[in-house]
């Protein structure tokens, strides 16, 4: 078997970040290899979106992103924007459509993307290697050797884009983490992001069954606030709302929801305060039926609205404003999109993502810690963060 292959640019996975940089070193004359240990490439591109891949967001920018270094991500994504992604869609002709805040979507499959992406490497000539197990990396006379089931390949670069731990089952693993702790970098702590949160079972048995109730809220924790749906679950809360929060929620925090986002709500009530039926009736008009019943019986509110003194209005008004909710957790990285964390940025240049301690090696993707709000921007930092590195190499 030939061992010891020489090039130009080693790439450790095959997502949406490591095809991006491929394509781009590829494109510039570099020689590129491009690994992976599994034998499909780009999943995480195939189940997103419910199939129809969320490749970007209009209203992209470092605002829309969490990590320790929050400047990091500015540069790369001023220099590859949504724009300039969208006009590759454009030119491989992948009709598209703005589903809500700035989101695009392919009208079709997901698997155009990861198709255009291919296209993108073979006019590089990128090579690939997959399904491909590595059994060690290591540094040999100036240059990266990375030991593999297919023998050696050696290189002066060395981009690791494996992407984080979510969604275990379509192959994340720590390998970032664990090659940047070899080398001598720092890893902020991962944990999941945009994922359900858990309600102890004895709150949740509280409500009754709640189970598939989906209603428009705004939440907030710590900096985070986002007006979007809330979907109630078996095990706790899900939707947009939740997943959004989630990324700002720690254990031991509450989140705070305002169930009448689009009311001023003591002005409403005092609007309604002559009204003959009981509070959850009243509710009922602007809430699932089922909900405000259980609502109004877990606070005991049973008093028809005439009945109310305008005391009792405005507990009810701070009550609807601000319900306090304390998740018990996550669903953990199985029913995450994302993580959080990752390698620490500090440690890389934000215009190259080449690691400021060992010159060659480069961390993309979900693997360093950026991550951004849902709707697109996850893969908006792959593809900037990808061409960033793809054009140092």
């Known amino acids: 078997m030939e061992t010891k292959r020489k090039w130009d640019v080693i790439i450790i996975g095959a997502g949406a970040a490591g095809m991006m940089c491929a394509a781009r070193a590829g494109q510039r ?46 540069s790369a994504l001023a220099r590859f924007t949504p724009q300039h992604f969208i006009h590759m869609v454009e030119r491989y002709q992948i009709p598209y459509h703005e589903k809500h805040l700035g989101q695009l979507f392919c009208d079709g499959s997901a698997v155009q993307i990861i198709h255009m992406l291919q296209a993108e490497c073979a006019l590089g000539h990128v090579a690939w290697r997959m399904p491909c197990k590595i059994d060690a990396v290591f540094q040999k006379n100036g240059q990266f050797v990375v ?23 379509i192959g994340a693993s720590p390998f970032a983490y664990r090659l940047a702790k070899q080398f001598g970098l720092d890893v902020v702590p991962p944990r999941p992001g945009l994922v359900p949160l858990s309600i102890d079972p004895d709150t949740m ?5 709640l189970s598939g109730i989906s209603m428009p809220v705004e939440v907030s924790c710590h900096a985070g606030r986002f007006r979007e749906s809330l979907l109630f679950t078996h095990q706790g809360l899900s939707g947009p709302a939740i997943l959004q929060i989630s990324s700002y929620w720690n254990r031991g925090d509450c989140i705070h929801l305002n169930l009448l986002p689009d009311h001023d709500i003591l002005a409403w009530l005092s609007a309604k305060r002559s009204h003959r039926g009981r509070v959850d009736h009243l509710l009922a008009e602007v809430w699932p039926r089922r909900f405000a019943q259980q609502w109004c019986m877990t606070y005991g509110l049973h008093r028809e609205m005439n009945q109310m003194t305008f005391e009792a209005l405005q507990q009810l008004g701070e009550a609807l404003a601000n319900w306090r909710i304390k998740p018990s957790g996550t669903l953990g990285y199985n029913k995450a999109e994302v993580t959080l964390g990752g390698v620490d940025t500090h440690g890389l240049s934000s215009k190259t993502m080449e690691s400021r301690a060992v010159p060659g090696l480069y961390f993309i993707g979900e693997a360093v810690d950026v991550t951004g709000q849902l709707g697109g921007f996850n893969f908006q930092w792959a593809w900037s963060s990808g061409h960033a590195a793809g054009l140092a190499l």
């Open 29 to 74: 004359g570099r020689r590129v290899l491009l690994m992976d240990h599994r034998q499909k490439i780009g999943e995480k591109i195939r189940i997103s979106g419910g199939g129809h891949c969320n490749f970007t967001n209009l209203h992209c920018s470092p605002d829309h992103f969490l990590s320790m270094n929050p400047e990091f991500c500015r």
């Open 205 to 209: 048995a509280g409500f009754g069954d």
């Open 147 to 169: 030991a593999t089931d297919h023998g050696d390949d050696v290189s002066g670069a060395l981009v690791v884009a494996t992407g984080g731990l979510s969604i275990p089952k």
